[in-house]
């Protein structure tokens, strides 16, 4: 199976590392560990995590404050957002069109 990320949510993942590494050297390395695994077991098991709105999911991480949302289609993970929890939650929407 393959997934992509939206650009945008590609965006909010560099920055969310970037602003972990700003806070403690290696805390940015471990956030995007913590998104990897989680894009591992929704690779392992699309179906396992429970919907988020009509179309997507929500896989949460062990350690961060962040979920990724996501549909699965045929063969592809799509990456719609690594939404940090506190944020606004339907921020991420309009990128469904």
Same mark, same amino acid.
């Given at each position: 199976?393959? %997934?992509?990320?939206?650009?945008?949510?590609e965006?909010?993942?560099?920055?969310?590392?970037a %602003?972990?590494?700003?806070?403690?050297?290696?805390? /940015?390395?471990?956030? $995007?560990?913590?998104?990897? !695994?989680?894009?591992?077991?929704?690779?392992?098991?699309?179906?396992?995590w429970?919907?988020? $709105?009509?179309?997507?999911?929500?896989?949460?991480?062990?350690?961060?404050? %962040? /979920?990724?949302?996501?549909?699965h289609?045929?063969?592809?993970?799509?990456?719609?957002?690594?939404?940090?929890?506190?944020?606004?939650?339907? %921020?991420? !929407?309009?990128?469904? !069109?």
């Amino acid at each position: 199976m393959n %997934y992509r990320f939206l650009d945008e949510a590609e965006a909010e993942f560099y920055d969310a590392v970037a %602003y972990y590494e700003d806070c403690e050297g290696g805390l /940015g390395i471990e956030l $995007s560990r913590e998104v990897f !695994k989680a894009i591992d077991r929704i690779i392992a098991l699309p179906a396992a995590w429970s919907p988020y $709105s009509n179309r997507t999911r929500r896989c949460l991480l062990n350690r961060f404050p %962040y /979920g990724i949302i996501y549909r699965h289609l045929e063969d592809t993970i799509t990456i719609f957002a690594v939404m940090q929890l506190n944020r606004e939650p339907g %921020y991420w !929407k309009d990128r469904l !069109k």
